[in-house]
């Protein structure tokens, strides 16, 4: 089990203080958000940062951890974009980039206030997946030239691959035992890892407990194991929640998650009315709980 956090509110400079702290405190990730304008009471209020720029200052403060964002809503980018911009981290890092990646949000303003831009379900996640697609062809170093069903453009070339090749890619996949959704779930197969999500009204209704992620752990298996993904390949499984302040009852938390099958545990606070730059460099200096 690998422990992150998520830099949810702050200024540039600070997220960029936080991943420095949580490599300091034993912390194994640091992760940023990406949205632009939400239309959402609360989080409209909040300031917010290109996920990208954020990571690559901690890219230079920082040796181990792993970096991401909770999660790159990969539709609202332009893959030539999104591939330079992934890129440039990944090398600042020396190759510690991973990317979590969903359809992004339906109150993100990038996303409902532009012309051209998808917005319903389906379409956001057709190009999600066409915009990933993209992506790995372009960490060949080779020319390529794309014509799918939402994205189409003429040739483009990256010389320079990434560090390790590639960058893993955990897209989020909903888990519901009774009507499994395949597609976001054969999605998640089809790469890295997988950031499980229940359905809920909030982030914090969403996350996905331990006798979730048994039941998607068991189902991942069978499917991997099916096909040529269960060749041995590492395939993370990513939970999201808030550890106990007490440090037994955090063990416990996390004990509970490792054994149902998730290999991360992302600490994340969402709550913009109660959470603050001070209150979560106070968390992260806490440090990870003992297993």
Known sequence: MRFGFVGSYGTPAEMVRLAQEAERHGWDGFFTWDGVSLAEEGFDAAPTWDPFGVLAGAAVVTERITLGAMVFAVPRHRPWELAQRVLTVDHLSGGRLVLPVGVGVPTDRAFTSVPGQPTSLKDR???????LAWLERSWSGEELAFDGEHLTTGPFRFPQPPVRGRVPVWPVAVWDAERPPLKSLRRA????GVVPQVRG???????AGPEHVRELTAWLREQRSADAAG???AFDV???GRLD???SRAAEQARAAADAGATWWVESWWDPATVTAESLLEKVR????AL
């Open 201 to 207: 009204e909030s982030p914090e209704d969403a996350e």
């Open 286 to 289: 806490q440090g990870p709980p």
């Open 189 to 192: 197969l089809r790469w890295d």
């Open 231 to 233: 060749d041995g390949t």
């Open 125 to 131: 996640a057709a190009l999600l997946d066409e915009v």
């Open 238 to 240: 990513v939970v999201q």
């Open 245 to 247: 302040p007490d440090p």
